[in-house]
């Protein structure tokens, strides 16, 4: 960074050499602030401060080995958490407005208060009553938890000076309002400076944090991404807005694997936990049909079944559509010019939909065999047998490559009730009882 850039907007971190009231770069106005150095001028050598405590590795040894952990009592919660609320902790939970954030930490907050932990609840967006009505309908009444209707920053750290609690949830960070910022709630330095503050606070105090965050429409700009660097836990709420079913998705934790998933269902009386969730994704599944194959995936530690759905049309747009719901587009393009190349089935003139049945998104490379095939069977208008299981990942040459935990997919299948599955050839195979494995080493094998 060049010496005499002094000046940062607060909003896109542009920097400029001189002050002004709107930004350049973003057009924001009011956010061009003076970078200070932290030492007062150049001459001065010291900066003043103490020294920190340093500790060798070895000295963790005597340390406490675990922190304390407090569980839900549901599991697909404790389980994306990774194994139960970790004490002085912080938390974000992340998702469109609407998708049932503020519903899931209400039943999470009762729950962690039944276990005997200290929690408040603290809105910025309803008003104690209508947090109230909320708890009566999900039957939570009867539950110790505090609340509070509070925006202002300072009137937080106060309260939570003074109550003491051990999980506190703030719902959301996008309306809390720090009085030493000079910008409106909701943006960039107000999010960043409020979540600053309440997490620095959790960890002095030995308090947990849960902080709500609504994914924005301008995506990055002011949403959950300004802090997720400063928790330690990272966890988004996910689904399509017309389907039952939500998924807890961890996707960054200091204190547990990462990608763990947990699975909810929508109900009148809020959200409830899907225990077998591969059987809840498969539940919608008819009669074979061409197009429909049944992908045995991994989320996180859990094998996860479901359907993957293709459609394969004559085009009338000299461009043809490439639509994917639930999975990366870019993937598709990628195994759509595999299978031309390397097997081929040409696609050009066609439209193509994919679509991952239940509103769930995968994100796992071991999905390409699987949608090869239901790209294959919608073109060919022929169905796989029912009964038959994909996964697999696939490489530019066409070459299949192993994918990792094969022996946990196939069981979870055959626990299901599948008779056969098709993977790439592994070196030490494995089998299951009940479960006829055809494997090969590319694609064209097949
Ligand atoms: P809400 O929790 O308010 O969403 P967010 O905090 O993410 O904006 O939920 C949105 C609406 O959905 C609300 O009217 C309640 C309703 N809802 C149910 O009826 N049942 C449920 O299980 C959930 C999660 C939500
Ligand atoms: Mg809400």
Redesign the pocket.
Known sequence: MPKDLTFTCSACAAKTSKWSGRCDNCGEWNTITEDKALTSGPKKKSLGGMRGNVITLTDLATQEKEPPRTKAGVDELDRVLGGGLTKASATLVG?D????????LLQAAARFARNGLNVIYISGEESNSQVQMRARRLGLTESPVKLAAETNLRDILTTLEVEKPDLAII?SIQTMWADNVESAPGSVSQVRSSAHELTTFAKRNGMSVIL?GHVTKEGAIAGPRVVEHMVDTVLY?EGERGHQF?ILRSVKNRFGPADEIGVFE???K??AEVKNPSALFLSERGAPAPGSVVFAGIEGTRPVLCEIQALVAPSPHSQPRRSVVGWDGNRLAMILAVLESRCGVPFAGLDVYLNVAGGLRISEPGADLAVAAALVSAREDSALPAEACVFGEISLSGALRPVAQAENRLKEAQKLGFTSAITPHQKKQVTVPGLTVRTAHDLAGF
Do not use: A, Y
């Not at 407005?97 to 899931?104: E, R, Y």
């Open positions: 998702g407005p609407g998708i049932g954030k503020s519903t899931l719902d709500v709420f939500r929508m109900t009148d809020g959200l």
